[in-house]
């Protein structure tokens, strides 16, 4: 959330940067709100100035005049009546503007590109070389279906559509990527948390799915409601909800794998074959606490972080700037780590590191103390991918694909597949 103070001190500054992340944002009634919070504000200060004239005049009365203090103590009164009306107004406004506050995206910071689309990304760097495969090469979909490893037939008649039944080796091999993704960032200095995967509504609200998003969450029926995580970027960053934290620990680095739940309510039609786009999938997420000043250098390393898997892997992938435009609601910055998909041709997101600034620890309450005996200040929080499991599967697949329909997969996994670097049919 942002803050109301700085919206309202610099509210043109504020208009300029929000429109630039495109979406038809209204702000009309947010502007109104806070002409009417300022014109609040003046009216108290004067109403309290008044006041203590008041006060000062009853100590000379009570000296030099008594007669006159039965007069100024009604003054008072009326003067007290209508400052108690005007904060109660002032902390009606400020509430609504609260309301409004919860449905604004975050300012983008101003390293951040602007443009109006994922046309309008940067690439920053490149790393690797796409495979030269001496076939025209398959579809991740294609490969695991002919091998009899995916099954997304029977997961509709389970579930309905956007879900998959893993089988053999490919279930093995999301398993122990996920074990090979920990292991990477344990050794890098993440602690690993295991989260919870239902979550309050208090708590999908201060990492900024709701209010605005609600219609892209599962959640529970009845009166005890949950929901089902979006990503474990929420019950991670909220572990510190509420808290003091201690400035001199700071950053903390979290690592967490999580199943996901997405009802992808906006993507009707959008890769509705095979696991790009899935109601449940896995995802190994990384969430970073920091002092304001440190969290750019923090984005830059879980960036770098997200990208050892992949280069431990082999994948060809590159790193994009995302523009105003296109960058996640929480986000100030957003990078995209997109790897390189031979059967569709083209680049596909495989992880968004994102720095929130304030935006998230403002509405969780997650504070730092800079050293003892100073005052707290909100952190900067910071969360990424690292990496979706299942696109880093697709990418194995398609990448590793061979010309009989097998699939070669990295050496490095091979201690997380009992020593076996390659997947026939079931």
């Known amino acids: 959330m942002l803050d109301l103070k700085y919206v309202a001190q610099n509210f043109d500054a504020v208009v300029e940067r929000l429109s630039a992340r495109g979406g038809n944002l209204d702000l009309g009634s947010f502007r109104t709100l806070v002409a009417e919070r300022r014109t609040l504000y003046m009216s108290l200060e004067s109403l309290q100035a008044r006041r203590n004239a008041a006060n000062e005049e009853m100590k000379r009365a009570a000296k030099e005049d008594p007669p006159a203090l039965e007069r100024l103590r009604g003054d008072l009164r009326t003067l007290s009546q209508e400052i108690k009306d005007q904060e109660k107004q002032l902390a009606a406004v400020e509430e609504r503007l609260s309301a409004v506050l919860l449905t604004l995206p975050n300012i983008p910071d101003p390293s951040v590109p602007v443009g109006a689309s994922a046309e309008d990304n940067v690439v920053v760097r490149t790393w690797g070389e796409p495979p030269r495969l001496p076939f025209t090469p398959k579809q991740h979909f294609e490969i695991g279906e002919a091998l009899g490893l995916l099954d997304f037939e029977r997961a509709a008649k389970v579930s309905g559509s956007r879900f998959v039944f893993y089988r053999g080796d490919l279930a093995r091999l999301e398993r122990a990527l996920v074990t090979f993704m920990i292991d990477v960032h344990t050794a890098r200095g993440y602690s690993e948390l295991l989260p919870p995967y239902l979550v309050s509504r208090a708590s999908m609200t201060t990492t900024g799915q709701l209010p605005k998003f609600e219609e892209d969450a599962f959640k529970t029926a009845g009166p ?90 082999g994948l060809h992938h590159r790193v994009v700037l995302l523009c105003t435009g296109d960058m996640g609601f929480a986000s100030m910055k957003t990078y995209d780590v997109e790897v390189w998909l031979p059967g569709q041709g083209t680049f596909r997101e495989i992880s968004s590191c994102s720095n929130c600034g304030d935006f998230q620890a403002r509405r969780g309450k997650i504070r730092f103390r800079p050293a003892q005996g100073e005052k707290p200040q909100l952190c900067h929080t910071l969360n990424g991918s690292g990496l979706a499991v299942g696109r880093t599967l697709v990418a194995l697949l398609e990448n590793g694909q061979r010309e009989d329909g097998t699939v070669r997969l990295p050496d490095v996994l091979g201690p997380y597949m009992g020593g076996r670097t390659e997947i026939r049919s079931a």
């Open 224 to 313: 005890d409601e949950r929901f089902l995580i979006p990503t474990a970027e929420v019950p991670v960053t909220n572990f510190h909800a509420d808290e003091i934290l201690d400035g001199e620990r700071l950053p903390l680095r979290y690592c967490a794998y999580s199943p996901c739940f997405r009802a992808e309510a906006g993507s009707a039609g959008k890769d509705t074959r095979g696991l790009i786009r899935q109601h449940q999938f896995h995802k190994v997420e990384l969430v970073k606490f920091a002092r304001p000043e440190q969290s750019m250098d923090a984005l830059e390393q879980m960036v770098d972080d997200a990208t050892e898997v992949l280069r431990q892997l």
